[in-house]
């Protein structure tokens, strides 16, 4: 490993604050810049580096974010417009951390994973639930073979967001997540089971619920949803991504079925 630690940047002072705190510390990474088109939340990145004795620079103009030396960018802005970003800074020789969701289609996907193999960079999905302690306990114990062979998967993400839409959206009408389908953003619920087992989705059907609470907010999307899939290896899974259901606390759960016997956190 070199010596020199990694320039990174970070492109959404919002959700990328998280990031701001955790790089400010890392012993092989440096933060070296944020963009982002709020001046307050710029100024609260920078405040929060400064703890730590960080110096960064900020910008509001994100062509002038991306021709600052960095080695990778942490890609926390909307999250229906990571993979042009993201091929852009691929292509540009920069590796690519995407927190979060990788692309909104079909052929955008097609067109990051391309622009991956061109450029021979690192592109990481940081969907954080793939990395709770629950989860990659489950994947250890799935791998050595203990409960054999995977037949079922259960993932449910369900947060009641009512008391924090007006804050995730910005007070934007036009936010994403106000016109977002509740099936778009199902990472939470599906990644967990894909990292678990090493399978993914083949086919799929999905039903939403009704509109119920998140249309107090102005929001087009379901409160929540439904989706059914069979996985590479033939196993079935359901999956329950819901933001608006009346829930306290959380409910963060996954399960895995298989020939042995079964796990679930």
Known sequence: MSDRKIKVGVFGAARGETMVSVLSRHPDAELT???DKAKPMLERCKNTAEKFGVKITTYE?????FQHEMDAVVLANYAT???????RFLDSGRHVVSELLACQTLAEGAALVEAVERSGKVYSYAENCCYLRSTLEMQKIYRQGDLGEFLHGEGEYVHDCESIWPYITYGERNHWRNWMH???????AIGPIVTITG???VRLTAYETLNYNKRRYGS???DGSVIVCQMSNGATSVFLPANLFKRQPESIWYAIYCSKGMAET
């Not at 103009?61 to 974010?65: A, C, D, K, R, T």
């Not at 509740?182 to 939470?188: D, I, P, R």
Request: aromatic fraction near 18%; charged fraction near 15%; charge should be negative.
């Open 182 to 188: 509740s099936t778009f953003y199902c990472t939470h």
């Open 81 to 87: 417009e990571h993979a042009g970003y993201a091929i």
């Open 33 to 35: 810049a944020v963009c």
């Open 199 to 201: 399978t993914r989705p």
């Open 61 to 65: 103009s994100f062509e002038e974010f």
């Open 220 to 222: 087009l999307g379901a």
